[in-house]
């Protein structure tokens, strides 16, 4: 259940939707974030002889793994499993359906953006750069959430 707000999707009809280029795209770098973290976690787990660095690669590689294994999911899951902020009609279903699919993908970067900070800090990188790249990943996921909500409202 992707719960984005207060009206369930039960009621409306099921919308099948061809993912749109803008899609593929998103998740193919989300893709490439999780390959880069999973890369560098890996590396960690052969080369850092410190046995505490190895547990943490392990535990994220697996936790990040779940998690954007579930939202690849929910970008694809049915209408049905979907909350929306505001109220959804038959004329604005499709919209409101695609802009939280695209949220999931949008979060599923973001995840992989935070998986790669977390395995690159683990191999001993710059902690300048996994400092950047932390201030990048959670006011983009603010961002995106209340960018969605704006969407979501504009064509209520």
């Known amino acids: ?11 409306l009809p099921d919308v099948r939707l061809q993912a749109t280029r803008l899609d593929r795209v998103l998740e193919g ?13 890996v590396y960690c787990l052969v080369n850092v ?7 943490k690669a392990l535990v994220s590689l697996g936790v990040s793994t ?4 579930l939202m690849a999911y929910s970008s694809y899951a049915p209408i049905r499993q979907f909350n929306f902020p505001f109220r959804v009609t ?5 919209v409101q359906y695609r802009l939280a ?3 999931c993908r949008v979060f599923n970067i973001v995840l992989g953006l935070m998986f790669l900070t977390v395995s690159l800090a683990g191999v001993g990188h710059s902690l300048d750069l996994n400092k950047g790249l932390t201030l990048v990943a959670a006011p983009a996921m603010v961002l995106a959430f209340v960018g969605y909500w704006g969407l979501a409202y504009k064509y209520k």
Do not use: H
Not at 1 to 11: C, E, S
Not at 29 to 41: F, N
Not at 66 to 69: A, Q, T
């Open 1 to 11: 259940m992707v719960n984005l707000g207060f009206y369930p999707g039960k009621n």
């Open 29 to 41: 770098a989300a893709l490439l974030l999780w390959i880069l973290g999973c890369v560098t976690a």
């Open 49 to 55: 002889p410190d046995s505490e660095l190895q547990k």
């Open 66 to 69: 779940l998690l954007m294994g």
């Open 90 to 94: 038959e004329r604005t279903v499709v």
């Open 101 to 103: 699919t695209r949220l």
